[in-house]
T-cell receptor, first 112, second 114 residues
Framework: ETGVTQSPTHLIKTRGQQVTLRCSSQ?????VSWYQQALGQGPQFIFQ???????GRGNFPPRFSGLQFPNYSSELNVNALELDDSALYLC???????????FGQGTRLTVV | AQSVTQPDIHITVSEGASLELRCNYS??????LFWYVQSPGQGLQLLLK??????LVQGIKGFEAEFKRSQSSFNLRKPSVHWSDAAEYFC????????????FGSGTRLLVRP
């Protein structure tokens, strides 16, 4: 059974640029959630994807968007990067309605 | 609004000593409750979870947690800490509205003295 994998592990971008982060969900899981973890804080829910559609969003602006593919993998896209977007981005997969989420190792994004 | 509070930012214990990390939540119903551990630069690993039933739950690595409804608490305990337990610990509540999501506390960093 493969776990949740994220790529890349680290990324440096310039303010105003766009970035795409990727996540492969754990085998058999059909729901993917994305979280942002700023330095020294707990993770915050960005959004969730199920059946290739967004089905819940936290308090994040529209420049944060995502995709889910038929194989349940997912992408997080952030446009017009701001310095405050620097964070660890975590992907979590689960079964539909499942209450236990399994996390990847995260992508560390630095915006300069 | 639902929230999770971890009142201790840092805790330092000696190796072999007991440990208790505090977690309080604000939620209308009986929540799903979780403890996760995060080593530096890593993702989150689930230590244990509470859904219903027995209020004392056992997890991995010798950790346990007790759900106390009257105190809205879900404290994490370990009888004897090992140096490898040094990490950041997060308490979380599972919340269902338009989708199922986790609400995390701000974390407690555990330091272990040799």
């Amino acid at each position: 059974e493969t776990g949740v994998t994220q790529s890349p592990t680290h990324l440096i971008k310039t303010r105003g640029q766009q970035v795409t982060l990727r996540c492969s969900s754990q085998s058999g899981h059909n729901t993917v959630s994305w979280y942002q973890q700023a330095l020294g804080q707990g993770p915050q829910f960005i959004f969730q994807y199920y059946r290739e559609e967004e089905n819940g969003r936290g308090n994040f602006p529209p420049r944060f968007s995502g995709l889910q593919f038929p194989n349940y993998s997912s992408e997080l896209n952030v446009n017009a990067l701001e310095l405050d977007d620097s964070a660890l981005y975590l992907c979590a997969s689960s079964f539909t309605g499942g209450s236990e989420a399994f996390f990847g190792q995260g992508t560390r994004l630095t915006v300069v | 609004a639902q929230s999770v509070t971890q009142p201790d930012i840092h805790i330092t214990v000696s190796e072999g000593a007991s440990l208790e990390l505090r977690c309080n939540y604000s939620y209308g119903a009986t929540p799903y409750l979780f403890w996760y551990v995060q080593s530096p630069g890593q993702g989150l690993q689930l230590l244990l979870k509470y859904f219903s039933g027995d209020t004392l739950v056992q997890g991995i690595k010798g950790f346990e947690a007790e759900f106390k409804r009257s105190q809205s608490s879900f404290n994490l305990r370990k009888p004897s800490v090992h140096w490898s337990d040094a990490a950041e610990y997060f308490c979380a509540v599972g919340l269902m509205d338009s989708s199922y999501k986790l609400i995390f506390g701000s974390g407690t960093r555990l330091l272990v003295r040799p």
